[in-house]
């Protein structure tokens, strides 16, 4: 199948290097020419797991293209996905502009019968806007699916290449079928594809990544609940993942979730809500929550020392919002940074992938240093803040031989409190 995807962001270039990996032919279009000079050098521009080498692979076999010619490509194509940014406006509700102007594009180029695919995370109704658009702009028949992304960062390929469900959104026989065609190799452990109005399908997407966020946020409620009682977090948590009806999933306190998808999808819904005159309460809560715990380790910070930390040094371990991602979008790090330099402290840290981006992000504010152990020298106190595997099992020897004040703050509870306190450090966690 001829396929042209829109956008080569995060869910872009997956989507477009994944489809060309089962044989499709496709075209990836972007009007930033450095991300296509890039791409046309074989650099990517994210970091993902497994990414260059799909995408170097299907190039090199011809499936797989670059290019800033939106119509050409719309032309030469039967499908065209539509994977640009939504970014929040300042009320929370989606910024559609992007979108908007793409589908204007797509009905100006068409020759013939296209599908247009909306893969961006879009409010509930945007496929209607999308058919109106498109309608303003040609005479030529099209159809346009509602089909989400459901792919996290660090696993996106696995997610793409092996998935738990697509979800399609469409309402005529010759979409549909045109997308299981499309979705059929993936399918062979059998069929995970969800057929449903479009409305339905934009809903899916939201209310999977609020539902989430939700357990991420109760968990840290409960964990807050924990230290005020003398009840350890980790034995509740173990306790209620034992039960089949809740399971063990994102269930873990820390502080807080961060990245491109759920502070901006919780915002959307409740916008939605609120254009309806309907209160999303819990989302409300769960927002909030999450902008208070991420202020929980800095705090724990300034208590240990007697709320003055002005002149000391800390060494922070982790600048991504997660694991397996350089994506500092909404990380909890940058506010901690923050209130720790507002507070008169000094603040080194280090992180696998995401020094370039922290560099771009943090201009200067922050020493950074790829080896996380010369970040310690001196320092007065180390803060872990995103589990990378490398930071799970360190050296606490060594660490304890290079601070100058022996003490741990633990913000993803991955290190044994009685293994460090044995080593002679003074341990805080989360809920603990």
């Known amino acids: ?32 020419q450095r991300k296509i000079d890039m791409l046309l050098r074989g650099e990517t521009p994210i970091f993902e797991p497994g990414l260059d080498s799909v995408v170097h692979t299907n190039v090199k076999a011809g499936r797989l293209e670059f290019a ?29 502009s992007a979108v908007e102007t793409v589908a204007r594009r797509i009905g100006r180029a068409m020759n013939g019968y296209r599908i247009i695919v909306d893969k961006s995370t879009v409010p509930v109704g945007t496929d209607k806007r999308v058919k109106e658009l498109v309608s303003q702009e040609t005479q030529h028949r099209f159809s346009v699916v509602s089909n989400p992304e459901f792919l996290k960062e660090g696993a996106a390929i696995d997610d793409f290449m092996r998935p738990d469900r697509v979800v399609i959104g469409a309402e005529d026989d010759e979409a549909i079928d045109t997308m299981r065609s499309l979705y059929a190799p993936y399918m062979r452990r059998g069929d ?22 939700t357990r991420i946020s109760f968990m840290n409620e409960v ?3 924990c230290e005020r009682l003398g009840a350890n977090v980790e034995h509740v948590r173990r306790g209620m993942a034992s039960d089949q009806r809740i399971g063990e999933h994102f269930l873990f306190p820390g502080v807080g979730f961060g990245g491109s998808s759920f502070p901006k999808d919780l915002l959307a819904l409740v916008h939605m809500g609120q254009e309806i ?7 409300e809560s769960v927002t909030a929550v999450n902008a208070q715990q991420k202020r929980v380790l800095a705090e724990k910070v300034k208590r240990h020392f007697g709320g003055d930390i002005s002149g000391r040094t800390f060494a922070l371990w982790g600048l991504a919002f997660k694991p397996g991602t350089d994506d500092m979008r909404e990380a909890p790090a940058l506010e901690i940074i923050d209130s720790l330099l507002e507070a008169g402290a000094t603040v080194r840290a280090s ?16 020493e950074l240093s790829e080896d996380p152990y010369a970040i310690l020298d001196r320092a007065d106190g180390l ?6 595997n490398a930071f799970r099992s360190p050296d606490f020897d060594r660490i304890r031989d290079s601070l100058k004040e022996k003490v741990l703050f633990d913000g993803r509870n991955v290190w044994d409190r009685r293994f460090v306190e044995q080593h002679g450090f003074t341990y805080y966690g989360i809920g603990r």
């Open 223 to 225: 964990a807050a609940l």
């Open 277 to 283: 005159d309907h209160r999303m309460t819990i989302l």
């Open 192 to 213: 995970r594809l969800l057929v449903m109005d479009p409305a339905s399908a934009e809903m899916t997407k939201y209310a999977s990544n609020c539902m989430l966020a």
């Open 1 to 32: 199948m001829r396929i042209t995807v829109v956008g080569t962001g995060y869910v872009g270039l997956v989507t477009g290097a994944c489809l060309s990996e089962t044989g499709n032919h496709v075209i990836c279009v972007d009007k930033d």
């Open 68 to 96: 800033t010619d939106l119509d050409a490509s719309v032309r030469a194509s039967r499908v065209i996905f539509i994977a640009v940014g939504t970014p929040p406006r300042e009320d929370g509700s989606a910024d559609l």
């Open 351 to 366: 992180d696998p992938v995401a020094l370039e981006v922290a560099g771009e992000l943090l201009k200067g504010k922050v």
């Open 383 to 388: 803060l872990l803040v995103t589990e990378w």
